[in-house]
C-alpha cells in the first residue's frame, strides 16, 4: 500500500513543478505542480499518493482495456526482457515475439489485413499509414497522389504529420507551419457520401473534396471508425460502406483509425466490424497492450504489401523506429489479447452496452443542461449546453464540462472534460472489465456532479 505521507507529497510537486514538462496540459497549472500523484492501479481503480482510491471511468487515456495490476502482463514483460530484452527487426532481422504477435493480429482482424508495421504508438502508426499509403502510389507510378482527407474534428496524433490529418484547431495552433495536401471534411454527411449534390454541405463532403481536388492527386481518406477525442461521434448505418465505395471508385486508400476503437471498445474485437467494412490499413495502438507498454501498428492487405515488394525492385524500404516491434512490447501484446479472450472482455463491453445507454438516457432527460447523448460499446459521451432547446453552448468562463469533472473527481470517479471547438463534452471510456453495478455507479456520481454544477 502506498500511502505517502505529506510532507513526501509536496516534495515530489515540487520536483514536478521545478523539472518536469507535462504533455496536453493547461500551461499555467505548471506553476501549481500536479493536483494529483498516482500510485497504483488495481482492476478498474486507481489511487493517489494519499491513498484516495478512484474509479478510472476513462481507462486513463482510453486504453487501459483490461484493467490495472494484472500480474500476467507484468511476467510477460519480465521473461521477455530477461530472455531477449531488445532486438531489432530491422533488414531481414526478426525475433519470436514479433513474428508471433503477426500472427495473432492477423487471425483478429477483419478480411485480408493480414500484414503489420509496427510503432510505439498511434500517432507513429497512423503517420506511418499515410507514409505508406503516398509510398504505395509513387511505387505504382501515380506520386501525384499525396492528399489525405481527414474529418474535421478528428484526432490521429502530434507528430508534424498527424497534427496534418488530426482536424482539431487547438491541436493545429501548436505549430506555426502545418504541412500541406491535407484536408477535414465534415463528418458523417451520410447523404454527400453516397452522392446527393443538392445537399447545402456537399462541398465539405469527402466526396466533394475528392471531385474539387481531383482523386488522382488523392491518396488516402482516413478517419477514426467512432470519433474519440472529438466528441465520441459514432457513424450512422450505412456511412463507412459510403465512404469504402467512395475509396474504391477513385482508387483511394481507406485508412480507419482504430486507435481507440481497437482491442474490444465498441462491443467487437475491431470497431469497423460493427459496419462489416474492411478498410485497406487499420491503425492500432492504446488498447494493444492496454497501456502496460508503448506499442502501435499499422495493419495492411496482403495484396498491398504484394504490389510494394513487386514494385520495389533493388530498392530499399526507409521508414522504420529503433522499437518497431520492440520484442517486449509485442509479448506483452500477445498476453494482453490473451486476457481480452480468455475473459470474454468483447463480450463483457458488448452486454453493458445497454447499461451504458441506458445511463446516458438517463442524465440527458434528468438534468436541464445535458443533450446529445451517444455512445457504443463501452464508449460513450454527453454534451453540455447552456441552452439545449436552443443548441447553445455554456461560454467558456463557465467552464462547463471542466467543473463537472472535477465534481466527479471529489466523488471518487475519474472522468475527463473534452472542451474543443467551445463545446463541453464529458466522455466516458472505463476499463472493459467493468461490471453493471460498477458502471451504474459511474453514472450516479456523473449525475450528481451535473446537479452540483447546475
Ligand atoms: N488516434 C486516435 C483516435 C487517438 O485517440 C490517439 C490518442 O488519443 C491517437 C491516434 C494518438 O495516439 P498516441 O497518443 O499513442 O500517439
New binding site residues.
Given amino acids: 500500500n502506498t500511502v505517502l505521507e505529506s510532507v513526501d507529497i509536496e516534495r515530489l510537486k515540487e520536483i514536478d513543478r521545478k523539472h518536469f514538462f507535462h504533455p496536453t496540459s493547461l500551461v499555467k497549472q505548471h506553476k501549481e505542480g500536479p493536483s494529483m500523484i498516482f500510485t497504483e492501479g488495481n482492476g478498474i481503480y486507481v489511487k493517489d499518493a494519499y491513498g484516495k482510491e478512484y474509479i478510472d471511468g476513462v481507462s486513463t487515456?482510453?486504453n487501459v482495456n483490461v484493467g490495472y495490476g494484472r500480474e500476467e502482463l507484468a511476467e510477460a514483460a519480465k521473461q521477455q526482457m530477461t530472455k531477449l530484452a531488445y532486438g531489432s527487426s530491422f533488414y531481414n532481422f526478426s525475433h519470436e515475439p514479433v513474428i508471433h504477435l503477426s500472427e495473432k493480429l492477423a487471425s483478429l482482424t477483419p478480411g485480408d489485413l493480414n500484414v503489420f508495421f509496427y510503432t510505439s504508438?498511434?500517432?507513429?502508426?497512423?503517420d506511418s499509414a499515410i507514409k505508406l499509403a503516398r509510398h504505395y502510389y509513387k511505387l505504382k507510378g501515380k506520386p501525384e497522389k499525396t492528399k489525405v482527407i481527414s474529418f474535421q474534428g478528428g484526432?490521429?496524433?502530434?507528430t508534424i504529420g498527424?497534427t496534418g490529418a488530426t482536424g482539431i484547431q487547438e491541436y493545429k495552433d501548436m505549430t506555426t507551419s502545418n504541412p500541406p495536401n491535407f484536408f477535414h471534411a465534415k463528418p458523417h454527411l451520410l447523404n454527400c457520401e453516397k452522392g446527393d449534390k443538392t445537399d447545402p454541405d456537399y462541398s465539405e463532403s469527402i466526396r466533394g473534396i475528392i471531385e474539387r481536388e481531383g482523386a488522382d492527386t488523392v491518396a488516402a481518406v482516413i478517419l477514426?471508425t467512432v470519433v474519440?477525442?472529438g466528441g465520441v461521434l459514432v457513424p450512422p448505418e450505412g456511412y463507412l460502406k459510403a465512404v469504402r465505395e467512395l475509396c474504391d471508385k477513385h482508387d483511394i486508400l481507406m485508412i480507419t483509425?482504430e486507435?481507440?476503437c481497437g482491442f474490444g471498445r465498441t462491443g467487437t474485437m475491431f470497431g469497423v466490424e460493427n459496419w462489416d467494412v474492411v478498410p485497406d490499413m487499420m491503425?492500432l495502438?492504446?488498447g494493444i497492450t492496454s497501456g502496460y507498454i508503448q506499442l502501435?501498428a499499422v495493419a495492411f492487405k496482403e495484396s498491398i504489401r504484394d504490389e510494394i515488394i513487386d514494385l520495389s525492385g533493388d530498392n530499399f524500404f526507409f521508414h522504420g523506429f529503433t522499437y518497431s516491434g520492440h520484442p517486449t512490447a509485442c509479448a506483452v501484446a500477445l498476453k494482453n489479447i490473451e486476457i481480452i479472450e480468455n475473459e470474454e472482455l468483447v463480450g463483457n463491453t458488448k452486454r453493458l452496452e445497454s447499461v451504458m445507454m441506458k445511463g446516458l438516457k438517463y442524465l440527458e432527460e434528468n438534468h436541464k443542461v445535458t443533450a446529445r447523448s451517444r455512445g457504443i460499446g463501452l464508449m460513450g459521451g454527453i454534451e453540455l449546453l447552456a441552452d439545449r432547446d436552443l443548441g447553445k453552448e455554456f461560454d467558456s468562463s463557465a467552464n462547463a464540462a471542466v467543473t463537472v469533472v472535477d465534481e466527479c473527481i471529489k466523488r471518487n470517479v475519474i472522468l475527463r472534460a473534452l472542451t474543443f471547438g467551445g463545446k463541453n463534452i464529458v466522455p466516458l471510456a472505463p476499463p472493459l472489465i467493468i461490471n453493471e453495478q460498477q458502471l451504474e455507479t459511474i453514472f450516479e456520481v456523473l449525475s450528481e456532479s451535473i446537479t452540483a454544477f447546475e
Avoid: F, Q
Fill in positions: 487515456l482510453w504508438g498511434g500517432s507513429e502508426a497512423n484526432y490521429h496524433g502530434i498527424t477514426e474519440g477525442v483509425d486507435v481507440i491503425s495502438a492504446k502501435g
